[in-house]
């Protein structure tokens, strides 16, 4: 395994990693949600490249950029069976004068979009960047972060970006709360009623499976079922289709059911997709 | 030669292309501008692919594209040496669920953005597109579209794409009006007139030589001349930096005068960079 930093050493070497070619774009701090994508990018491509990028695009201004949590030691230790792994610094992929941006229209504007502004530019346009340093036959993300896969997958088709897009499933604790880098933030009684989420996108699943199609009914016992937890506040319940994300008034198969929780100052996301 | 009318095609001949790959994208009525570049593309990659697509979305809801002038078996007839022609159809670059962008700022803002709003929107989103589709090695466009060359130069450059853009000088006619698909709607008179576009550039051109360094005069200078000819009116005048655009107080070497007229109806726009 070899870490890149620089786009033009990036580029040389990509010339020389044997096709098809995986990619896994990672904000670092890895855990096993992440290891799962590395494992089935590593089965599946006889190249490998995971990328280690903390994009200052993506963070609203009273978000958690400069606290957002890493440990490259242990990522490394992690990494060792890709063949590159690709550190760019913040000024190699945003140089001073950089003004270009990549945007998806309503999809972005939805959900994660409306509770974080400007978040999914920030998302698409990285993403765009490192495809273009990579160039990977196919890259893998997870299914936790739903509306980013969805996002990806729109400006790929849409800008015509050749490479697939391979989506993974959520990766969870033993309890049911869905991995994320972010869970490093809870203490201990946050930790406790983090699973909340997870009860609730459960709950949703039986009352679907018990027949109910209402989609505000399912919105409205998640909600109820979520206030329970005094340490939970709400920034959505969502009951929608998981391609437009537009919400549903009928619930259908397939429909994605998520949620934006805040437990203390910790903002966690978790979804489901109705069977 | 070729001609390829969907996305799956042209990429899967793509494969077969002997690398470098030249690339000329046009919005087709082809002149001897458009040629120039097909040339160089010629002699510079062993394979040349050249796109005919009137983009929709670089036009404005009152400007030319229903119009546009057009002439397929004239253009083909000019393309014989090129591998392919690529003509997609519209719905082929923008299906109807389409609704991904790329953007590029403020150097996309002035000049013609501003007269244009939306235009270079457009032209980038569909050029990242042929980009995507083509894969090119080099991408040629005329410097007669000046704004055009920097803001295309902008986004390969920001989001790393994977190729180089060559821009090659302005073909005009014998009395100095550049080359433009555009030229076809000017009558007799209009086409008279038009030489005032030119014949201000060499004023600005002649008044830089002699040593004058105010931008302000030689955008006055300008207006002076192209005013005396009653059927033109201004759009803009510009003395500017090349790379971002912004007005320029004090001329420096390299600064780019750009001009865009209306002649009668015909909106007209040329440019010299000053050496």
Chains 1, 2 share one sequence.
């Not at 790929?156 to 309890?175: F, G, H, I, Q, W």
């Not at 506040?233 to 259908?252: G, N």
Request: with cysteine; charged share 25%; hydrophobic share 45%.
């Amino acid at each position: 395994m070899k870490v890149v930093t620089t786009i033009a050493e990036m580029r040389k070497i990509r010339a020389s990693l044997k096709p098809p070619l995986g990619f896994v774009p990672t904000m670092g701090y890895l855990h096993q949600g992440h290891l799962s994508l590395v494992k089935k990018a590593r089965a599946e491509n006889p190249s490998l490249v995971v990328s280690i990028f903390v994009n200052p695009t993506q963070f609203g201004p009273r978000e958690d950029f400069k606290q957002y949590p890493h440990d490259t030691e242990h990522d490394l230790a992690l990494l060792e069976k890709a063949d590159i792994v690709f550190m760019p610094t913040a000024d190699e992929i945003y140089p001073p004068a950089f003004s270009s941006w990549v945007g998806v229209g309503k999809v972005s504007e939805r959900l994660e979009g409306a509770c974080r502004p400007g978040h999914f530019r920030g998302v698409a346009t990285v993403v765009a960047e490192l495809f273009n340093i990579v160039q990977p036959t196919r890259a893998y993300f997870g299914q936790k972060d739903a509306q980013q896969a969805v996002v990806i997958k729109k400006i790929v088709a849409d800008l015509n970006m050749n490479l697939e897009v391979v989506v993974l499933p959520t990766v969870r604790e033993p309890d049911g709360l869905a991995m994320s880098s972010r869970n490093s933030y809870l203490n201990h009684k946050q930790r406790q009623a983090a699973v909340v989420l997870y009860q609730a996108l459960c709950l949703a699943q039986k009352l679907w499976s018990q027949g109910e199609k209402d989609a505000q009914i399912i919105r409205q016992q998640m909600t109820n079922l979520i206030q329970k937890e005094p340490l939970a506040k709400i920034d959505y319940a969502s009951v929608a289709d998981p391609q437009t994300l537009e919400e549903l008034d009928r619930v259908e198969a397939g429909a994605l059911v998520s949620l934006a929780v805040k437990i203390g100052k910790v903002r966690l996301i978790d979804n489901v997709v109705l069977e």
